[in-house]
């Protein structure tokens, strides 16, 4: 395997640059990838634009239909759903991308230690993701839910996080419960690494294990950290859906695609289909998207998974 | 052999002890005092403490530090935890709310449940398997893109926006079979859409795990020797899928004993599922706790049992 900064020859290729040529030449990467980032970009200007959306009522025209004034119709309030879908993306993109800040991290960190010391450390870690893997995954996540909805983190201060009713207890608990799969693959991956001849040399020069683990070993298994992060986006927007569904989601007032696909149940009935089409639609795109970039950096970075 | 059995088993011992350890601190440690929920506050603080007293919720949380570490003495394991672990394994918990027996509720809605589970998991597998094989037959046309690129769109949808469009149309078409289990045969509803929300997910795998195997040695060896094609692919081929096919069934299990959570609430079916949810909103933690620990435990033995199932079946497993 190449790693990067190998000495250079005419056809020395780092992983990272090899995936990259790969992927640019990938038309339909490509295009999901920028998609990704109009998404991203949608998540981080429309709050600004529509800031005041939330106390837009406007009586008078309550449950339109599309219309040129309003191009996916109106809510129960009055207020634009294609505003509302737009700051819906802001929603789902915060809690997909902290609850991967949470989980990946975490799951390379426990994969990498437990893989590299072996031992009583790796039976503790694998005990541990075991466990909290023999619980299937919604019932987690409602259970840590549960256990949340009283607590309020860093209260009275201006990092208050009310994890019963926010946000921050819908990325926290999907975070907290979905680094297992991460932890799994870095354990398996850090296992083959450890073997290698370089970690040798690094040992017999004296290297500390800590640094070996972190400065020469992690960076190898990096790759898999950044396929499950576009992976686990994937889980996150679907989660945050079912969420609400339950009740358990980001809560009132605050524009979510879960939430407005849950309103459906009875608006459908009265002939309302502009919110859920909006809001499925919108789901839809970014799910499809993730999916495709995840698939296709997966296919990029792990050569073992090429076929000859 | 017997070594493998063993580990295996002392591995799923410690697992269900987990198990039994997280739902406690998740349950029983995190959220607190519940009990304003079932007793009204102004009956006072009697009612309170006898309330507490039945349910063991007085007891020291993890060890009765007050007789310090005589651990000889019962009084020493009297404490909540101790009680939780007994709960578990005996499943002798009582409802909070309506004070019945765990044993006694599963019993009444497990079977709503699995009339549920059962058809969709046997149905979906069913298809699953019969279109990734013909997909994979026809790897590399026109027909394997097009149904791998509806696999991938099945999937992007998200699962209640399946629901609530089956429902509308069912309400359209037929309104007495869009809610409820009036009709025994509602059911096929909930089932269908199971069925049709898991199957893209499922095809794309089984897809994979057959190509994977269809580039083998042995393959070649069958095609050169003159089996036909379609005698190689579900004689040969599908017979070495089975190892992560049947991984993936037994990852179900708990689906089928829990339900299928969401399905069952909202097509009002009276199974497991919406018992849980129902739990969840009333705090009701013995229920919340036992079916957890239920669905963990099922889990947990499923994988033993296919482990071991392996090893029999596959010696290079029980040499690892």
Redesign the interface.
Known sequence: MTISGAPGGADARSLWGDAARRLRRDKAAVACFAVVVLYALIAVVCPFVWSDWADSYDYDNINRPPSLTHPMGTDEFGRSVLQKTLLGASTSMTVGFMANIIAVPLGIVLGAVAGYYGGRLDDLIV??Y???A???G??RL???K??????VLFANTPFEMDLGHGMSGVYIALGMMSWVGTCRLVRAEVMKIRELDYVLAARAVGTPSIVILFRHVVPNVLHIGIINFSLGFVGAI?AE??LS???LGVGTGIPS??AM??A??MD??VGRWWE?TSA?AA??LI??AW??VGDRLRDALDPRLR?A | MLAFILRRLIQAVFTIFGVMLLTFILFRAIPGDVSARYVNPKLGKAARDAWMERHRMNLPLVLNTAVHVQFWKPEFWNTQFFWHLRQSLTFEARSFKTDEKLTKIVAERAKYSLALTVPAMALGWLLALVVACVVAYFRGSWFDYLMTFLAVLGMCVPYLAYMIGVQWFMFNVKPTAAWGLRYPTNIYVPVAIAVIAGVGASVRFYRTVILDEVNRDYVRTAMAKGVPLPGVLFRHVLRNCMLPILTSLVTAIPFLIIGSLLLEQFFGIPGLGPLMLGSINDRDIPIVTNLTFLTAALYTLGLLLTDVLYAVFDPRIRLR
């Open positions: 005990w541990f075991t466990t909290v023999s619980i299937p919604l019932i409602i259970a840590i549960f256990a949340f909805a009283e607590t679907s859906v079912m569904y339950l009740g695609w879960g696909i849950d459906a149940k459908l009935v859920i499925v789901t839809f799910v499809l999916n495709i076929t």
